[in-house]
């Protein structure tokens, strides 16, 4: 059974930072693409964060650059985001992807909430 279990969402102020994590169980984590997406409210589009290669290429939101650092650890089969100087505009639920295009399978997570106000 695949799981992708997100954790380290929260309420935090303006400037802030806080580290998501996704932990993966149920797949060879290391032959998977994964990012991170958001939802802004339901029924708005999920939209890409950023996300990291197999192969540990990068991709990031404009929205994001420079703020927001991903990265996985394939050992403890996690992926993380680590998110500085959060603005009120990045209140969302994040959610974990997990990819291969090779066999045509994604999974998601069930979101974890973040939520940027003073």
């Known amino acids: 059974q695949v799981q992708l279990v997100e954790s380290g969402g929260g309420l935090v102020q303006p400037g802030g930072s806080l580290r998501l994590s996704c932990a993966a169980s149920?797949?060879?984590?290391?032959?998977?693409?994964m990012g991170w997406y958001r939802q802004e409210a339901p029924g708005k589009q999920r939209e890409l964060v950023a996300?990291?290669?197999?192969?540990?290429?990068?991709n990031y939101a404009d929205s994001v650059k420079g703020r927001f650092t991903i990265s996985r650890d394939n050992a403890k089969n996690t992926m993380y985001l680590q998110m500085s100087s959060l603005k009120p505009e990045d209140t969302a639920v994040y959610y974990c992807?997990?990819?291969?295009?090779?066999?045509?399978?994604?999974?998601w997570g069930q979101g974890t909430e973040v939520t940027v106000s003073s």
């Open positions: 996300e990291i290669t197999s192969k540990r290429s990068t």
């Open positions: 149920g797949i060879a984590f290391r032959i998977y693409d």
């Open positions: 992807n997990a990819q291969n295009d090779r066999i045509s399978v994604g999974y």
